[in-house]
């Protein structure tokens, strides 16, 4: 009697015989790796009813449960490309008002190389915050004047102070914030979120990716698919990447002339063949791109709607602040 299956790995297993353990060994210390990482267990959705062929198709990521019960049920993450300084908004430093305009001292920066920006300074002049603070709060957290309201939730708030990093450029430092090294190829940081909380919805992606539009798009530094990628985890980790105007989903909808059905029949061809092809070689990739088949079929119903605020009443559009309406905002 085989073991129940409880990672794609487990699947793979299965599949593979002595010849052909053999035959693709050099594929396996990869496996081995990625085994320990992959969730202990499924939990099965309904049935797919739009399925008209006999193969089983994973429900990912909704089928793919936590390893545990979360706290947490959502994270929403601002990513400030080309944000304010930290001293300028939460981290008061009031000592370095004593050091205004004087050298950066040798000891700081301890041999850091230089940026391309900087490199051609002849000084490193101190610039402490220009702006006041005061502290909020029960907890007494110090915040910038600039942040009014904010300053109202600070006892609701985390601020994380023991960060360090060794990027001095904005690509590195941006890649190695989502996914913890300045080299890209690693999961980010929604990738690994929705790994560990799964999904509660099997029509909609665990990680959606929202890019607001620049206000100079001359000076916007560059973004792409690698900041939301998965990297070594199972490709529906990654980030489903939303268009703020348009089609909320690029070739979310069929080109003209094609109708559902059509659509229908394609995918049960493509799937016959993906089967046939996992059935042969046993990659649980394969299966990954079946499911990311069946997702984007179901996303057809269920995003147009979704990114529809048209329908939403004033009051709720309140909630979200004046700036709702205004292209370009978080809001």
């Given amino acids: 009697m085989n073991p129940p299956i409880q990672s794609p790995l487990d699947e793979l297993g299965l599949n593979l015989t002595r010849r052909r353990f053999f035959e693709q060994g050099s594929h396996l210390l990869g496996g081995a790796a990625l085994a320990s990482l992959l969730p202990g267990g499924l939990v099965h959705g309904a049935p797919n009813t739009q399925n ?83 502290q909020h709060g029960e907890s007494g957290m110090w915040v910038t004047e600039l942040l009014p309201w904010t300053a109202k939730m600070v006892d609701e708030m985390c601020f994380v102070r023991s960060m360090h990093t060794e990027a001095i450029n904005h690509e590195p430092a941006i890649t190695y914030m989502q996914t913890g090294n300045q080299i890209t190829g690693r999961p980010c940081l929604g990738s690994w979120t929705s790994y560990g909380l799964g999904s509660l919805n099997e029509d909609l992606p665990a990680f959606v990716v929202l890019v607001a539009q620049s206000t100079k798009p001359a000076q916007a530094q ?110």
Wanted: hydrophobic share 35%; glycine share 8%.
């Fill in 222 to 331: 560059a973004i792409g698919a690698r900041l939301w990628s998965s990297g070594y985890l199972p490709g529906e980790y990654a980030g489903v990447s939303f268009r703020s105007s348009g089609d909320p989903i690029l070739y979310i909808n069929n080109p003209p002339g094609v109708s559902d059905a059509v659509r229908r029949t394609t995918l049960d061809g493509l799937q016959a063949l993906n089967q046939q092809t996992f059935e042969k070689i046993g990659d649980p990739e394969i299966r990954t791109r079946i499911a990311q088949y069946e997702m984007a079929y179901r996303m057809q119903t269920s995003v147009p709607d979704l990114t529809d605020i048209s329908q939403e009443s004033e009051s709720t559009l309140a909630l979200y602040g004046d700036q709702v309406k205004n292209a370009g905002s978080f809001a």
């Fill in 52 to 134: 008209n062929s006999n193969i089983e198709i994973p429900r990912v990521p909704g089928a793919i449960g936590p390893h545990f019960a979360p706290k947490a049920k959502h994270v929403i993450y601002l990513h400030m490309v080309g944000g304010p300084p930290q001293q300028d908004m939460y981290d008061y430093k009031p000592a370095m008002d004593n050091w205004y305009d004087k050298d950066l001292p040798e000891s700081i920066r301890n041999g850091q190389r230089l940026t391309t920006m900087t490199s051609g300074q002849k000084r490193f002049p101190i610039a402490p915050s220009k702006f006041k603070f005061k």
